[in-house]
């Protein structure tokens, strides 16, 4: 099939399990509507591409470029660990900006470097951690860590992540009336080791277990190493399978350069058609 005057251009990448529709609009010169509306269509696994969330790349007067992102279900997200380090490399392999390159993000300016199929990318400082939180979830009391990594997160802690029930208990502590109106991400967390933890998550946005989540990571690399259990860096292994590493600094109770590096896979180039989204 031909392609279409009207398709648009897109690449479908993975940062460690996280999935992603990049679109370059520099020129702006996207029309398709209501871009939430868009956003979810395109997203939508099995009647369309499929994909954890969508980036417009836009031009910046600040950095290489900014960004509007967008959920699975349209929302808007202030920052994604992942999705930036997709971002970045398909920057860079777009030459839209060079190999170390910054860009605007609503959470602030993110900076990244790439090599080859490995980002890493520095994230803007979080929000001070609130260890120690009691929530109530149907009846039974649990233990939160919370800390906004660019976007909220809340961390438990339990022996093992593999036996969590994610999805049920996530989705409960996404919507719990303490997080409202936001809501949270949720991670369960098991340390291996100083430099090492397991981490699942439940996503706000995806409403549903991510096979990664980069600012989640991070968020649980922090909460771990605020109750003294870990060092920098940490290797976190993922629902994917895959290892993210996270370094960081420390001063006092406040955490600063903080970076998250890990594998970029390209998985295909195409032609969004009307079809797709309409």
Same mark, same amino acid.
């Given at each position: 099939?031909?392609?279409?005057?009207?398709?648009?251009?897109?690449?479908?990448?993975?940062?460690?399990?996280?999935?992603?529709?990049?679109?370059?609009?520099? *020129?702006?010169?996207?029309?398709?509507?209501?871009?939430?509306?868009?956003?979810?269509?395109?997203?939508?696994?099995?009647?369309?591409?499929?994909?954890?969330?969508?980036?417009?790349?836009?031009?910046?007067?600040?950095?290489? #470029?900014?960004?509007?992102?967008?959920?699975?279900?349209?929302?808007?997200?202030? /920052?994604?660990?992942?999705?930036?380090?997709?971002? +970045?490399?398909?920057?860079?392999?777009?030459?839209? %900006?060079?190999?170390? /390159?910054?860009?605007?993000?609503? +959470?602030?300016? @993110?900076? +990244?470097? &790439?090599n080859n199929d490995v980002v890493?990318?520095?994230?803007? *400082?979080?929000?001070?951690?609130?260890?120690?939180?009691?929530?109530?979830?149907?009846?039974?009391?649990?233990?939160?860590?919370?800390? *906004?990594?660019? =976007?909220?997160? +809340?961390?438990?802690?339990?022996?093992?992540?593999?036996?969590? %029930?994610?999805?049920?208990?996530?989705?409960?502590?996404?919507?719990?009336?303490?997080?409202?109106?936001?809501?949270?991400?949720?991670?369960?967390?098991?340390? @291996? *080791?100083?430099?090492?933890?397991? =981490?699942?998550?439940?996503?706000?946005? &995806?409403?549903?277990?991510?096979?990664?989540?980069?600012?989640?990571?991070?968020?649980?690399?922090?909460?771990?190493?605020?109750?003294?259990?870990?060092?920098?860096?940490?290797? &976190? @292994?993922?629902?994917?399978?895959?290892?993210?590493?996270?370094?960081?600094?420390?001063?006092?109770?406040?955490?600063?350069? @903080?970076?998250?590096e890990g594998l970029v896979k390209?998985?295909?180039?195409?032609?969004? #058609?009307?079809? %797709?989204?309409?």
């Amino acid at each position: 099939m031909a392609k279409s005057k009207s398709a648009i251009e897109f690449y479908k990448m993975s940062g460690s399990g996280n999935d992603f529709i990049i679109i370059d609009n520099r *020129d702006l010169s996207l029309d398709v509507g209501d871009l939430p509306s868009f956003a979810r269509r395109v997203c939508e696994r099995k009647i369309s591409v499929g994909a954890d969330g969508l980036f417009l790349i836009e031009p910046s007067k600040i950095a290489d #470029f900014k960004w509007q992102f967008f959920n699975s279900d349209g929302s808007v997200a202030e /920052m994604c660990g992942n999705g930036s380090r997709c971002v +970045a490399r398909y920057a860079y392999l777009k030459g839209i %900006a060079p190999q170390k /390159m910054s860009f605007e993000t609503l +959470a602030g300016i @993110i900076s +990244a470097e &790439v090599n080859n199929d490995v980002v890493k990318v520095r994230l803007t *400082d979080p929000s001070p951690l609130k260890p120690g939180m009691k929530i109530n979830i149907t009846g039974s009391e649990i233990i939160l860590d919370c800390i *906004d990594t660019g =976007v909220p997160h +809340a961390v438990c802690f339990i022996d093992n992540v593999e036996t969590c %029930a994610v999805v049920e208990q996530g989705r409960k502590i996404r919507r719990h009336e303490y997080f409202q109106p936001r809501g949270t991400n949720a991670n369960f967390v098991s340390v @291996i *080791d100083r430099h090492k933890i397991r =981490v699942r998550t439940y996503e706000r946005g &995806v409403e549903d277990e991510t096979l990664a989540c980069g600012t989640g990571d991070v968020a649980a690399v922090l909460a771990a190493a605020q109750r003294d259990l870990v060092d920098s860096p940490v290797d &976190v @292994i993922v629902q994917s399978g895959e290892t993210l590493r996270v370094y960081f600094s420390r001063k006092n109770d406040s955490f600063m350069e @903080i970076y998250l590096e890990g594998l970029v896979k390209i998985v295909y180039q195409g032609f969004l #058609f009307e079809e %797709a989204y309409k």
